[in-house]
């Protein structure tokens, strides 16, 4: 019996496991201070349990995320048949000196090495501190287009 989506342990699905190590940034969705829906491109760290991620201390996501902390996140692909990971959770801020160190991950994950550790070098010139999001999984949905099609599908 497939797993049902909302199901936490759609985490350690393989395809779900691609999609938290791809290339492709996640897109967080959040409400914003004036009650409008915002969703925002994000560089990402999955560290086994949770996503991080780093933003300046001036980003405006920070203060709708203080007002309601619930989000959504998405994590797809470009390629046929598409995948997509959807992650809800309650969005938990940190700051911290100089750059959130899963951000650095994620720089040599989407950049490489070398030019990851140039752009944390640059925004080090740039930016004395940063702030953590994470977000702890509480909900999952896994899309694949093989075998886990969107449940407004007859199949």
Known sequence: ????QGDLSLLQN???QELL???IPARLAYVATDGTPRVVPIWFHWNGTEIVMGTPPKAPKLKSLARNPKVAITIDNNEFPHKVLLIRGTARTEH???VVPEY???ADRYFGPDQGKAWIAQMGKMISSM???TVTPEWVGLLDFK???PSALPL
């Open 21 to 23: 190590q791809s290339k």
């Open 147 to 149: 075998s886990r099609f």
């Open 96 to 98: 911290l000196n100089g």
């Open 1 to 4: 019996m497939p797993v049902k």
């Open 104 to 106: 650095a991950l994620a």
């Open 131 to 133: 702030v953590r999001i």
């Open 14 to 16: 393989p395809a779900s």
